[in-house]
């Protein structure tokens, strides 16, 4: 398989079949469902109202829609009251939301890290009281950052720490591993825009070869998140489908039964790689927005045909 296998130019009567067997979809927020983190926008940045209509749509066809991101719990239990999502993932797997409601039911996913919930401490605290990160920062100025997610006031997390940086991942990875941590790094795609206060010598509005990663807890990643709400559930494999745009979000493909894989994300050296070697991965007709709308209302169409 090669990267051009695109969505809907591989719509056999076999393929429509299994979209239209899909009851939950696990996706990706920030470039994959948001243009420029904004439910309103096309993938051209102007105005659009299709995203929230292909929700509603997929709402009445009874499809449930989990967000899952590297963003924190409070972004992302407001995203989901917002988008009226039946659940999330936070903090590139970190922290599952089962059920999003007024109380809703959490739980902390640590993977291979050792973590006590009786000490008080958020796994967050624990790696930021290894040294860590002050050595990462101390060790690269300029070109590395905390990233508080698009710079809009949610500062807080609990599971990861999040950066900004134009540091090789293999760099820093070397860093975790001489200081004998239970982490590691996480690459989550390309920044396409800077918002806010940055230290990182870039062009805010374009900046090229700058990563967002996640230091994480060892074995922690979007697809074992997934994996792991799938059997919380007790949901069929065979009725998921996940969507993303960067190689963090391929780790998710290996848990469902399909994969979309957004257009734009093409662009990052580990992408291409990454969906030739999953063979449930599809690439978007479109980018961003656009093209998870368009494959979103295949899946819709595809259910409809085979319900009559």
């Not at 659940?87 to 970190?94: F, K, P, R, Y």
């Not at 039911?105 to 930021?128: G, K, L, R, V």
């Not at 919380?232 to 391929?250: C, E, F, H, R, Y």
């Amino acid at each position: 398989m090669s990267a051009s296998r695109v969505l809907n130019e591989n719509l056999t009567d076999e393929f429509k079949k299994k979209l239209a067997n899909i009851r939950y979809i696990f996706t990706d927020l920030d470039g994959t469902m948001l243009t420029h983190g904004r439910a309103t926008l096309a993938s051209d940045g102007t105005p659009s109202h299709k995203l929230i209509e292909t929700l509603c749509e997929l709402k009445k066809e009874g499809v449930e829609v989990i967000g899952c991101s590297g963003r924190n719990r409070s972004m992302l239990f407001e995203n989901a009251r917002m988008l009226n999502l039946d659940g999330w993932i936070a903090e590139m797997g970190g922290i599952l939301c089962m059920d999003n409601t007024s109380l809703p039911e959490w739980h902390y996913f640590t993977a291979e890290m050792p973590f006590n919930s009786d000490e008080y401490q958020t796994p967050h605290d624990e790696i930021c009281a290894s040294g860590l990160l002050d050595e990462i920062i101390n060790a690269f100025p300029g070109e590395v950052e905390t990233y508080h997610d698009n710079g809009i006031g949610f500062e807080y997390r609990e599971v990861t720490i999040a950066l900004r940086s134009c540091v090789p991942a293999d760099t820093l990875q070397k860093m975790i591993d001489d200081k004998g941590l239970a982490l590691e790094v996480s690459d989550n795609g390309y920044v396409r825009k800077i918002s806010g206060e940055t230290c990182l010598s870039c062009d805010r509005d374009n900046p090229q070869g700058v990563h967002t990663y996640h230091i994480m807890p060892k074995g922690l990643d979007k697809g074992i998140a997934v994996e792991r709400f799938i059997q919380m559930k007790g949901w069929d494999k065979a009725q998921t489908l996940s969507a993303g745009d960067s190689p963090a979000d391929i780790e998710m493909g290996k848990f469902t039964e399909l994969f979309l894989f957004m257009k734009n994300g093409l662009d990052h050296p580990d992408a291409i790689e990454g969906v030739n070697n999953l063979e449930t991965a599809y690439v978007s007709n479109y980018p961003s927005t656009d093209g998870w709308v368009d494959a979103m209302n295949t899946l819709i169409a595809c259910k409809r045909e085979f319900a009559n």
